[in-house]
């Protein structure tokens, strides 16, 4: 399932700050090892340190269309004329993402959000990143919203055919968060109503955002 040249996408999710995605590829496997060359930040495009023990979740789309899944921690470096990371990979572990399960993905997609007890709280910004389950997105200034606070979302949704659906939702907040002092704060929420049929829109959204990835990458 796992074949060499295999584009990785791992995540980092760290509980106090945002969740960093990052590219690589696997360049040899031994047993229970995948050797990788050094992710990439998805953000800055910059490759980013990483010790050992350092916990992922690794997606990869295999040559079935499916996105798979699979936890796995850096065992240990190697440095060659490529550097590359060691991953612990247990086959047995190995998951196929079903297509009602929440991938995420990065995405720029205007948003208007209201506060149904607070008529002052409306405003109007783009995502961070969405999921079936759940979206982020940048934070105007001057804007503060508390952990729980139920809040009405319209997500301006662009398919890959041009054709524009709005997702009407409600949301509840987890959190805000900002990666440094000078960057811009994220607002986490996640989906606690919202039609099935809109659900399934943002699903396949991701989807297809990340087959276009996975082509782009190959195509280099």
Avoid: W
């Amino acid at each position: 399932m796992v074949k060499i040249g295999t584009m990785l996408t791992l995540e980092y999710d760290h509980e106090q700050e945002e969740i960093q995605r990052f590219r690589c590829r696997i360049v040899e496997q031994k047993g229970a090892i995948l050797y990788i060359d050094y992710p990439i930040n998805t953000q800055t495009g910059r490759t980013d340190y990483f010790p050992k023990g350092t916990f992922f979740s690794a997606y990869f789309v295999g040559k079935d269309q499916a996105v798979y899944k699979f936890h796995t921690e850096i065992v240990d470096r190697k440095r060659e004329k490529v550097p590359m990371l060691l991953l612990r990979f247990d086959q047995n572990e190995l998951k196929k993402v079903q297509r009602r399960e929440y991938v995420r993905v990065d995405a720029n997609l205007d948003v208007a959000i209201s506060d149904p007890n607070d008529e002052e709280k409306e405003f109007t910004t783009v995502t961070k990143d969405v999921s079936g389950g759940g979206i982020s997105v940048i934070l105007p200034e001057g804007i503060q919203i508390e952990p729980t606070t139920a809040l009405d979302l319209v997500i301006v949704l662009c398919s890959k055919d041009d054709e524009i659906d709005y997702i009407f939702a409600r949301a509840e907040v987890i959190r805000t968060y900002e990666k440094t002092k000078e960057s811009k704060k994220i607002l986490s929420m996640k989906f606690i109503n919202i039609y099935e049929r809109d659900r399934q829109l943002m699903i396949q959204y991701c989807f297809e955002t990340q087959l276009k990835e996975r082509r782009q990458l190959l195509s280099r």
